[in-house]
């Protein structure tokens, strides 16, 4: 023990999914897009005048914000951005659970939203998901010291509806309530309409999934004026320049092409639904994931055993050794080509264990 040991602020760090560099794998574990971003991107990246670099981007990240608020019908001032969704959720954490009440997240979730209440201190309490990993919203109706979830959940995919989140929202109006919205395009709706009757509400998205923009790091969230403001506080005390010029000349070129963006989206949860069809006659369970990933178990196999098999062959989903969800594979939609490498390695094992 070193004599300054005791003035460290320790924390038990969250453990991304593995980022492995294999020439020929099939990478379904941090559900990523398959597809690339759209062709504005490339073109801003090879336009780019890395003479700018010389100088500081816009702290307020002007450009980006003005066509995210065009994108999404709602006021400049209700937008915040950060270096993908973790920095604006961690942001959030930090600005908006400031009680002495326990924070309440399901006890299936994010990983890391446990860890960012540790560091930050925040008291909080896990709320157990019903037996199909779905919200009881009456578990939020008591007394709190904030509300964050995933809609769709993580690892799940499960969706809530928008009418479930609006009642909860109503029994919570005294904290802030956060929906962390990384996977909502691929199939769920949006909260972001009930801006306009709840102050309280924050809706947190990210470019890394629906948009392809992983590597880039760029998250945003919507909120009230008031909220984003408290927001912008907070991340001025801490990083005032946190979107690169490249972060924001490409994320706006992201913004821009619509058309794109759907039939991003059209063709990975054509893929997802057929992936269904194929993965139940397989013989897995899952629920109707809302998500770019499955969420699956069976009742033959041990997932552990399975996801390092799948390791053999450069095939790497995610497996969480967690309470309650150690029999399950949480699985990325890639395209369909990646998709049909992984079920034909899956009929081949169901073939193996049968002998
Ligand atoms: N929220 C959820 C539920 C996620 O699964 C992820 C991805 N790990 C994030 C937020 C953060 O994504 P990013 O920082 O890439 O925007």
Redesign the pocket.
């Known amino acids: 023990m070193k004599p300054w040991d005791k003035n460290i602020r320790r924390v038990v760090p969250y453990v991304p999914g593995e980022q492995p560099d294999q020439p020929h794998m099939l990478k379904l574990n941090?559900?990523e897009n398959p597809y690339p971003p759209a062709p504005g991107v490339a073109e801003a990246l090879y336009t780019f005048d890395t003479d700018r670099l010389r100088l500081y981007p816009d702290p307020g990240a002007g450009v980006l914000i003005r066509a995210m608020a065009k994108r999404y019908q709602v006021q400049e001032d209700q937008v915040f951005v950060g270096v993908?969704?973790?920095?604006v959720?961690a942001m959030s954490f930090l600005t908006f659970f400031n009680s002495d009440r326990p924070i309440f997240f399901p006890d299936i979730t994010?990983s890391?939203y446990d860890v960012w209440a540790e560091e930050f201190r925040i008291p909080y309490e896990r709320i157990p998901l019903d037996e199909r990993f779905r919200i009881r919203k009456e578990d939020y109706y008591r007394e709190n010291g904030g509300v964050v979830f995933?809609n769709p959940n993580?690892p799940t995919g499960e969706l809530e509806s928008v009418d479930d989140i609006e009642d909860l929202l109503q029994h919570n109006q005294d904290v802030v309530v956060i929906v962390?919205e990384?996977?909502i395009d691929f199939g769920g709706e949006s909260v972001l309409p009930l801006l306009d009757k709840y102050d309280n509400l924050l809706v947190v998205q990210?470019?890394?999934k629906s948009r392809s923009l992983?590597g880039m790091?760029i998250?945003y969230a919507f909120g009230s004026r008031e909220l984003i403001g408290y927001l912008n506080d907070v991340k001025y005390s801490f990083n005032s320049y946190t979107m690169s010029h490249l972060a924001l000349a490409l994320g706006t070129a992201a913004v821009e092409d619509e058309t794109y963006f759907q039939e991003t989206l059209h063709k990975i949860t054509a893929t997802r639904e057929r992936v269904k069809k194929e993965f139940a006659a397989l013989g897995f369970r899952f629920g109707d994931s809302q998500a770019n990933f499955l969420f699956v178990t069976h009742p033959n196999w041990r997932a552990k055993e399975l996801f390092e098999a799948l390791k053999e062959e450069h095939i790497y989903v995610r497996y969480f050794r967690k309470p309650r969800i150690d029999n399950y594979l949480r699985i990325t939609i890639g395209t369909d080509d990646e998709m049909d490498v992984l079920l034909d390695f899956l009929r081949d094992y169901g073939k193996q264990e049968k002998n």
């Open positions: 941090t559900n993908g969704s973790d920095d959720l994010y890391f995933p993580a962390d990384a996977y990210t470019f890394s992983a790091r998250g």
